[in-house]
């Protein structure tokens, strides 16, 4: 069978498991997710095994550290895998809920319903726990995935499909409800983004090449954020001590997130009396500055940004700053230079906190906290499948809700329209 008809096969098969996945019970959901995760338990050191295996071959291939850092399953990463299976069982489930109920002139009664998207494909990267989590929320979404994690993980995605499929049969679930993709082929990719028959939605995860490449080729719609150039901007009346706390937190308490500040933006009412006492807390934590020339006036020891600078996702401790004149210039650099993921205010002035979250075009919006909140466990969604900047369907931490759609019911008792 070569990798195109492969792919038609799982698609099939995902399509068929997804209508059994869209009428499953809470119960069974759960039961198969708690199955799981002790199939997980019971593998455990056969999961540390594949996981060497893989491990092994990508020192061979001269994978860096950062990637064999997140190739590894150590214990603690295991634990997280099960324990996450177990929330994600707590969680409520979203598909079944109706609401907004309404009696129509004619006697009808109209609403929605919340359903389950179908059929989902999910490509990643690297990190075999995607495998685990992806999994578990289309599964209690009532969903059907197929997933397609990166060659360098295959002996442990294999592995840990072995236990989905034993979680699924435990509950009487189909085990083709969550396939993992077994080929290390490429063509495999370019087959599922093009399935519209049996793919209904597309979730990449991994880098900006990865994410560009299936939003240029897929047939299928694709839930997505490609670049997170999140800023905070320090208004003139924004309170000294929180503008210091969340400016610090939002660059430095992880370098490489998608949630990290890239660009600092400042008032200039204020820039000369706060930017010199930051700039100097940055650079006692690592951090590179690239100014600008009003940042520069202020920080001599700043470095010059480009042009470059302010359309630039690092993911490392360089953080690049701007002097503003003006609450319209802040909101205008942010919706010019930003990529609509995540941008916060600093501010005790209520009509501009209104204003900012108005008229940036973001999928989160901030005042007075860290740009490191957009997550969906903050958001208290129990987790996350991914971000989306897209302005359809979905949009920021996507969630249980976020895999599924609604349709409207009606309930009548023999109307007929007159």
Not at 131 to 136: F, K, L, Q, V, Y
Not at 319 to 327: D, G, I, P
Request: proline share 3%; with cysteine.
């Amino acid at each position: 069978m070569d990798v195109n008809q492969y792919m038609q096969t799982l698609g099939r098969q995902a399509r068929e498991a997804a209508t059994a996945m869209a009428r499953a019970s809470t119960n069974d959901k759960n039961r198969a997710l708690l199955a799981i995760a002790a199939a997980i338990e019971e593998n455990r050191e056969a999961l540390k095994a594949a996981n060497a295996e893989d491990l092994e071959n990508g020192r061979a291939r001269g994978l860096d550290a950062a990637l064999l850092d997140r190739l590894e399953l150590t214990d603690g990463r295991i634990n997280t895998m099960i324990e996450g299976l177990h929330q994600v069982a707590t969680l409520p489930d979203p598909v079944g809920e109706m609401t907004d109920f309404k009696y129509r002139p004619s006697g009808i009664q109209v609403g929605k319903m919340r359903v389950p998207l179908g059929v989902i494909g999910i490509i990643y990267e690297s990190r075999p726990n995607v495998t685990i989590e992806a999994g578990s929320l289309c599964l209690k979404s009532g969903n059907a995935a197929i997933l397609r994690g990166g060659s360098e993980s295959i002996a442990s995605n294999r592995l840990l499909a072995g236990c989905i499929r034993t979680g699924l049969e435990a509950a009487g679930l189909p085990a083709t409800a969550v396939q993992v993709v077994e080929t290390t082929d490429r063509a495999a990719v370019g087959a599922l983004i093009t399935m519209p028959e049996f793919v209904d939605v597309i979730v990449p995860r991994g880098g900006k090449s990865l994410i560009e490449r299936i939003s240029r080729e897929a047939r299928v719609p694709v839930i997505k954020h490609l670049d997170g150039i999140c800023h905070v901007f320090i208004d003139k009346d924004a309170d000294f001590s929180k503008a210091t706390n969340i400016a610090i937190n939002a660059k430095t308490h992880r370098y490489g997130t998608c949630n990290t500040m890239e660009t600092l933006l400042v008032h200039a009412d204020v820039a000369a009396e706060i930017l010199p006492q930051l700039a100097e807390a940055y650079v006692a934590l690592g951090v590179e500055l690239r100014g600008c020339e009003d940042a520069r006036a202020l920080c001599p020891a700043m470095n010059a940004a480009s042009a470059e600078d302010w359309d630039t996702e690092y993911l490392a401790p360089i953080l690049a700053v701007r002097v503003v004149a003006s609450l319209d210039d802040a909101i205008a650099h942010i919706n010019r230079h930003g990529s609509h993921h995540t941008d916060s205010i600093v501010t005790e002035n209520y009509s501009a906190g209104r204003r900012f979250i108005t008229e940036v075009d973001s999928s989160s919006v901030m005042i007075n906290a860290s740009t490191r909140f957009a997550d969906g466990f903050e958001y208290g969604l129990g987790a996350e499948i991914g971000i989306s900047t897209d302005k359809i369907h979905a949009r920021g931490p996507v969630g249980l809700e976020g895999l599924t759609s609604q349709k409207y019911v009606v309930f009548g008792n023999g109307e007929v329209r007159q």
